[in-house]
T-cell receptor, first 114, second 115 residues
Framework: EAQVTQNPRYLITVTGKKLTVTCSQN?????MSWYRQDPGLGLRQIYY???????DKGDVPEGYKVSRKEKRNFPLILESPSPNQTSLYFC?????????????FGAGTRLSVL | QKEVEQNSGPLSVPEGAIASLNCTYS??????FFWYRQYSGKSPELIMS????GDKEDGRFTAQLNKASQYVSLLIRDSQPSDSATYLC???????????????FGRGTQLTVWP
């Protein structure tokens, strides 16, 4: 089954404690991205990756890091989480940059930073 | 001006009615347009895509695109309570520079279908 898998689904942490949210896809997609979703603000892109070792900032990259060492994995790293990073996070993937490619989303990770 | 704008709603329609959701976008060169449905606390799920002017129908859903007016809409016929969700409009801009390949999302329109 084609899917985008995020872990963990729920996470409560404290300010400053480094954490990683994993994302994996089994569709051999080149393009992967991370979004956060906040009430009233919609989906905002944090980082994206066009392929292995190619990453770039989205609209709200501050406080986040990513890496793309393998095609299937695209982890999101919060080196020193702060309460304003409390949000619902989605990983997404697409085959490549072509216009008609459909983007698939993971189930989401709800993060609370105390 | 925001890349993609939607009426935030909420939009409330009775069961069996037609729900009309609207979206405008700022980049005239945008190529691809998508409608996602998102139930509360769940991930967005693609329900329609449209790439050329006109209408595209899929079951009870019809997407309409007017590139001259920079407008895309989603019609849901015979609305059901199970259609109650937030509907996100997404637009892929034209290929240039740092925006290459990116999807831009509207803030979503919350739809409630009451029995």
């Amino acid at each position: 089954e084609a899917q985008v898998t995020q872990n963990p689904r729920y996470l409560i942490t404290v300010t400053g404690k480094k954490l990683t949210v994993t994302c994996s896809q089994n569709m051999n997609h080149e393009y992967m991205s991370w979004y956060r979703q906040d009430p009233g603000l919609g989906l905002r892109q944090i980082y994206y990756s066009m392929n292995v070792e190619v990453t770039d900032k989205g609209d709200v990259p501050e406080g986040y890091k990513v890496s793309r060492k393998e095609k299937r994995n695209f982890p999101l790293i919060l080196e020193s989480p702060s309460p304003n990073q409390t949000s619902l996070y989605f990983c997404a993937s697409r085959l490549n940059l072509l216009a008609k490619n459909i983007q698939y989303f993971g189930a989401g990770t709800r993060l609370s930073v105390l | 001006q925001k890349e993609v704008e939607q009426n935030s709603g909420p939009l409330s329609v009775p069961e069996g009615a037609i729900a009309s959701l609207n979206c405008t976008y700022s980049d005239r060169g945008s190529q691809s347009f998508f409608w996602y449905r998102q139930y509360s606390g769940k991930s967005p799920e693609l329900i329609m895509s449209i790439y050329s002017n006109g209408d595209k129908e899929d079951g009870r859903f019809t997407a309409q695109l007017n590139k001259a007016s920079q407008y895309v809409s989603l019609l849901i016929r015979d609305s059901q309570p199970s259609d109650s969700a937030t509907y996100l409009c997404a637009v892929r801009r034209s290929d240039r520079g740092s925006t290459l390949g990116r999807l831009y999302f509207g803030r979503g329109t919350q739809l409630t279908v009451w029995p």
